[in-house]
């Protein structure tokens, strides 16, 4: 059974750092896309980073640009998304997604990011 599982959201006052850390089980997700999504209440899931297999290609949203940074380690399966400078309007769950080849096939349950003002 695929399993990826999110942790490290919390309660973080703005200008904070959280890390957020997603393992995944089941399967070898070393070839796979590693991405992060996030959700905020009464909005639509939007995409925040990416990661290529072989972790020479990272992508990240406008909004979280030079904030961010996404890293994976294939020998835990596990990859990881640094965020610094948070900001309010980065409250959101929180999701890890699996990209095999063209589409996102996999999700975590989400973890909770809050940032207060």
């Known amino acids: 059974q695929v399993q990826l599982v999110e942790s490290g959201g919390g309660l973080v006052q703005a200008g904070g750092s959280l890390i957020l850390s997603c393992v995944a089980s089941?399967?070898?997700?070393?070839?796979?896309?590693m991405g992060w999504f996030r959700q905020a209440p009464g909005k639509e899931r939007e995409f925040v980073s990416h990661?290529?297999?072989?972790?020479?290609?990272?992508y990240y949203a406008d909004s979280v640009k030079g904030r961010f940074t996404m890293s994976r380690d294939n020998a835990k399966n596990t990859v990881y998304l640094q965020m610094n400078s948070l900001k309010p309007e980065d409250t959101a769950v929180y999701y890890c997604?699996?990209?095999?080849?063209?589409?996102?096939?996999?999700w975590g349950q989400g973890t909770q990011v809050t940032v207060s003002s």
């Open positions: 997604a699996a990209r095999p080849i063209a589409a996102w096939d996999y």
């Open positions: 089941g399967r070898d997700f070393s070839r796979y896309v």
């Open positions: 990661i290529s297999w072989s972790t020479s290609s990272t």
